[in-house]
């Protein structure tokens, strides 16, 4: 239910056109002002690290969103998870898609034809999210960026509450899909810790009334809240939905938070190994998945970082796990170079060609087959499915990159009707 309009820009010619002179950097939790948007930006761009933030005062937040939307060279895309999912499915011309976003007039023009949005998700403004770029050795005054990144904010009230949640499960039953796909609790963080829980327990309710043969996937975002985290997971979110999809960094927060395998490491280094994260995987579904005695739906994960990917799944629920596992590897390869196919020029290999399938018990050493790249294990009922990636030497976008390879993934997967 997020969605929303992303511009896209250089900073540093974003705000000289708001006639802000180069100075001192500063962090600021929320940007409050152009005064703070100057320091916060500086203050990231010298560190060449990519940051979020959002914008308070609405009036000032609309004109500089107008200011970037007209700025010659600003490139406006499809922005918010669901939305991205549901472009990226469209792509297919036999699929329908129905989107409950906010969507404003240059959001509904930029969507694909076969997307579909009920005129109660129509608003009169669009949620404009301002990615401000800078490349590696550029100089704003003083500043001098060490790499390139991009600093993003906005004042992005409606996709926060999820106030488009109850419009969307309203509309199920007159749009009768073949698959749900949720995303945008991560935005509810900028709430309060009263309102972001009580709209959770009413996201759960929503939820519920999902039919319980339409298979629900969740597409989880970058959090950093760990008690918001932890609530997802045991309050009745993962076991509501079937099927999640989330990134070595969405992985490794929520072991911490919950104090799964490996929960002590502090970040990844380089490419994460592939037994600490089949460990972390595996005790998702043994923790919070579907068994025999557990009330819960949950038994598909869908793992994605650069180098490879993995499917998850409890066995007996889904199946062409090896096409969908490759699928979404092989859109994270196209998308990243903007190929219509995979050009073998423009990528390279980073999987490892060796990797042992757990770092907790007893496990097996695998050697990648280039001839039969997905490889196959099985522990408890559980089975995994790898695949490395071809990853893009020079990444021409690599915004909503995640979303395409969950819905890719998705579009390939077999459910098992119970």
């Not at 915004?399 to 998705?410: K, M, T």
Request: proline share 5%; glycine share 6%; net charge negative.
């Amino acid at each position: 239910v997020n969605a929303c309009v992303d511009v896209v820009l250089s900073g540093v010619k974003l705000l000289e056109a708001l006639g802000l002179e180069p100075g001192v950097g500063k962090n600021h939790a929320v940007l409050n002002s152009r005064q703070d948007l100057k320091e916060a930006f500086a203050h990231f761009m010298e560190k060449g690290a990519a940051a979020e933030r959002f914008f308070s005062d609405a009036e000032s937040f609309h004109h500089i969103a107008r200011t970037a939307s007209e700025y010659p060279g600003a490139q406006l895309y499809v922005g918010g998870n669901a939305a991205l999912i549901g472009q990226k499915l469209a792509t297919n011309p036999d699929l329908k898609i129905l989107l409950c976003g906010p969507v404003g007039p240059k959001l509904h023009e930029l969507l694909d034809d076969n997307v579909v949005v009920p005129p109660e998700s129509v608003q009169e403004r669009d949620e404009f999210h301002l990615i401000l770029e800078y490349q590696a050795g550029e100089e704003w005054g003083q500043v001098r960026a060490p790499n390139a990144n991009r600093f993003i904010f906005s004042h992005d009230l409606s996709n926060g509450a999820l106030s488009m949640l109850e419009v969307f499960v309203s509309s199920l039953d007159e749009f009768q899909p073949d698959l749900v796909v949720l995303s945008g609790l991560h935005m509810m963080e900028g709430q309060s810790k009263e309102m972001r829980q009580r709209r959770l327990m009413e996201a759960v309710a929503s939820i519920s009334d999902i039919p319980t043969d339409i298979p629900i996937h969740l597409e989880l975002a970058s959090m950093t809240d760990q008690d918001f985290m932890s609530n997802i997971m045991h309050q009745q979110v993962f076991p509501l939905v079937n099927s999640i999809g989330l990134n070595e960094q969405e992985l490794l927060f929520l072991t911490q938070s919950a104090s799964g395998p490996h929960a002590s490491l502090a970040s990844w280094s380089g490419i994460p190994d592939v037994g600490v994260v089949s460990d972390i995987l595996f005790w998702i579904l043994k923790e919070h998945g579907k068994t025999a005695d557990r009330a819960s739906d949950l038994t598909r994960i869908h793992f994605h970082t650069l180098a490879y990917h993995i499917l998850v799944t409890v066995d007996g629920y889904w199946g062409n796990q090896v096409a969908a596992v490759a699928a979404g590897a092989r859109a994270a390869g196209t998308q990243a170079c903007a190929t219509e196919t995979i050009d073998t020029s423009k990528v390279f290999l980073k999987a490892p060609l060796e990797f042992v399938t757990s770092q907790i018990e007893a496990s097996s050493k695998i050697s990648l087959n280039p001839d039969e790249p997905v490889v196959h294990w099985h522990r408890e009922g559980i089975s995994f499915h790898f695949t490395p990636v071809l990853v893009c030497k020079d990444p021409v976008r690599t915004v909503g990159l995640g979303d395409a390879i969950s819905a890719e993934g998705l579009l390939y997967s077999e459910v098992y009707p119970q």
